[in-house]
């Protein structure tokens, strides 16, 4: 039976919906506020989309994994390449995961997508009360419920009573700011470009996924379902660059040029520029207001990892707050929410994805060397590969997570 107050979910993000999903369907009631409106939640810029085998079987869990699974690519394999002499370095196929999976791949499917699905799932859902163009403010905890503060869509303050406030705003949560908890963690001092473009680079023998190494400009490239079908390419900026000059079309076409070392103009869909960060919440929990996805981490994208481990967050707080609600367990779960969660984030999301960068910009050439010949010894031993996969694919970071009370 649904309780009378409902969660507050804060924020229509990918993590947002899994959570609000993955509450009504355990027949807890929701209300979701998402700040965008109607009109403009499907303009954001691109972003995210590498859905790992764990993250599959949460998404099928909810009845989402097949409607994303026609808008997205099936990639069992990715690459590593060395830019220096353009040669691949190692190869890793999930394929050597089918015994450990039902999804022995990863789902190139970008965030837009996901939560276009995953919202029209919400809004059918009769648990589910979505708030669009309602914007959350503050709110104040009592002991027996939240009391949360939104703008609505006439620009009117409303109070709402919930049951538990979880933040899923992304890395500018307003809860986490109110919480005064501390946001650990550093902000690398360049920036990335991301070129969107229409150009097919498995005739340069690349795969759907590709980590490229280099000591002068590593590069990530990641094949888009369309149509028409587009390839994301990041490269590394120089601090002092200037915006409008990086993006300047003739710049754009001359970072391709280089990268493949061929002279053609490219079909460009489109760029931005973004900073990364690697920060992880002191804090996930205060009271009834925890803290979910980019809200409680945010990290490097190099391994595709946040929407994912944000994701990994989602369910694991609905199991208990579902547990909780129908009194199969008591609050204290919440705080091994915490436990387990940032745990996640700290030794694996963030530790993985650090490693990853350093790995690929890499300028001392006997450690690029070690580097790569370790890459090459595990991807050739098919015991060493399923290792290195499990880690990739986050099934160790969640069976590491069960492990802890
Ligand atoms: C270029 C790039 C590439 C990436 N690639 C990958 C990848 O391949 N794989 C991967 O796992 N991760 C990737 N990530 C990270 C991924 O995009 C994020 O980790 C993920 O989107 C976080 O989901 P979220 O739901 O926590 O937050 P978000 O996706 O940021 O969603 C937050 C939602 O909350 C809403 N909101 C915010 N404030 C309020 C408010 N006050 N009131 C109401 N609503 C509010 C926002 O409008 C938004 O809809 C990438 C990130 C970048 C920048």
Redesign the pocket.
């Known amino acids: 039976m649904a309780k009378r107050d409902p969660v507050a979910v804060?924020?229509?993000?990918?993590?947002?919906?899994c959570l609000a999903l993955a509450l009504a369907q355990q027949d807890v009631s929701v209300v979701l506020?998402?700040?965008?409106s109607d009109d403009n939640?499907l303009d954001?810029?691109?972003?995210?989309?590498?859905?790992?085998p764990t993250?599959l079987e949460f998404f099928d869990r909810i009845g989402l994994y097949t409607k994303m699974e026609p808008r997205g690519l099936i990639a069992p394999r990715f690459q590593y390449w060395d830019r220096q002499d353009t040669a691949l370095v190692a190869e890793f196929d999930h394929a050597l995961l089918k015994d450990d999976t039902r999804f022995p791949y990863v789902l190139q499917c970008e965030?837009i997508k996901i939560?276009e699905e995953a919202l029209m799932m919400a809004k059918a859902h009769p648990l589910i009360e979505v708030r669009m163009a309602?914007?959350?403010?503050s709110f104040e905890q009592k002991n027996d419920a939240v009391i949360v503060q939104?703008k609505n869509a006439a620009g009117e303050t409303e109070s709402i009573r919930a049951n538990y406030l979880v933040s899923?705003?992304?890395?500018?949560?307003?809860a986490r700011k109110d919480l005064d908890v501390e946001f650990e963690g550093f902000t690398y001092p360049e920036r990335?470009i991301?070129i969107e473009v229409a150009y097919d680079f498995r005739q340069h023998g690349y795969t759907e996924r590709n980590y490229i190494s280099d000591p002068v400009e590593y590069s990530n490239l990641?094949h888009w379902k369309g149509p028409p079908d587009r390839w994301r390419i990041?490269f590394p900026t120089n601090i002092d660059d200037d915006e409008n000059q990086l993006k300047r079309p003739e710049a754009l076409q001359q970072r391709l040029r280089q990268f493949l070392g061929i002279d053609r103009d490219f079909d460009i869909c489109g760029c931005?520029l973004?900073t990364?960060h690697q920060r992880v919440a002191k804090r996930f929990r205060a009271g009834r207001v925890l803290l979910?996805?980019?809200?409680a981490h945010?990290?490097s994208?190099i391994?595709?990892?946040?929407?994912?481990?944000?994701?990994h967050d989602a369910f694991n707080l609905a199991d208990k707050l579902a547990r909780i609600l129908h009194g199969t367990a008591d609050e204290a779960e919440l705080d091994r929410y915490e436990r387990q969660r940032r745990h996640v984030a700290v030794k694996h999301t963030q530790a993985q994805t650090i490693r990853n960068k350093r790995m690929l910009e890499e300028r001392d050439p006997a450690v690029r060397q070690r580097n790569h010949d370790e890459l090459r010894r595990q991807a050739d031993d098919p015991i060493l590969a399923r290792k290195f996969l499990l880690r990739s694919a986050l099934f160790e970071s969640l069976r590491e997570a069960e492990q802890i009370a």
């Open positions: 804060i924020g229509a993000g990918p993590v947002g919906l506020f998402e700040q965008m939640f954001q810029v691109p972003r995210a989309g590498s859905n790992h993250t965030r939560i309602t914007e959350f403010v939104v899923c705003e992304g890395a500018r949560s307003i990335t991301n990641f990041h931005n973004y990364v979910a996805g980019d809200s945010v990290n994208p391994g595709g990892m946040g929407l994912n481990s944000g994701v």
